[in-house]
């Protein structure tokens, strides 16, 4: 019966020890100084609030590593609800939004804001095993959050 109640006690001690080692990432305050890690390709899933429709892909390229960051988002495959409500301009052929930004600034709380007009995007970093930038956006009326992973 010791045996048994040692090895569970032992079992327990390892489970806990994996879940641990798994921390979750960590929120970062974006800066001057870490602001080179935000370059590159990032990658993964734009959900909508404005309407009840599946996640699409979407990509983030950031071109450099001074303020204003400049860059490009790729909303791929809108779906058509999204769709009829977008301006025909802001939809090309394909259900795919291609947007250009030159005016990404570092807000007071360590996030990374972009604009245009009445269109806004908000991204925090997030730091762990693997760096990923969790936010929300406003699109011609249509809101909703993107869930994206460094490549």
């Known amino acids: 019966m010791k045996k048994k109640i040692g090895l569970v006690g032992m079992g327990l001690l390892f489970v806990s020890m994996v879940l641990l080692s798994c921390a979750p990432a960590q929120k970062t305050v974006v800066t001057n100084n870490n602001l080179s890690t935000l370059r590159g390709s990032w990658e993964g899933w734009t959900s909508f609030s404005t309407a009840q429709v599946r996640p699409v892909l979407t990509k983030l390229e950031i071109y ?27 939809l090309p052929v394909g259900n795919n ?48 959050t993107m869930d994206l992973t460094k490549k």
């Open 64 to 90: 450099n590593t001074t303020i204003p960051l400049v860059g490009l988002i790729t909303v791929y495959n809108i779906p058509q609800e999204i769709a009829n409500v977008m301006p025909a301009a802001a």
């Open 97 to 144: 939004v291609t947007i250009n930004f030159r005016n990404g600034k570092i807000t007071d709380q360590g996030t990374i804001i972009g604009q245009s007009g009445e269109n806004f995007l908000e991204l925090t970093l997030y730091a762990g095993e693997k760096m990923s930038m969790k936010g929300w956006f406003y699109y011609y009326g249509i809101r909703g």
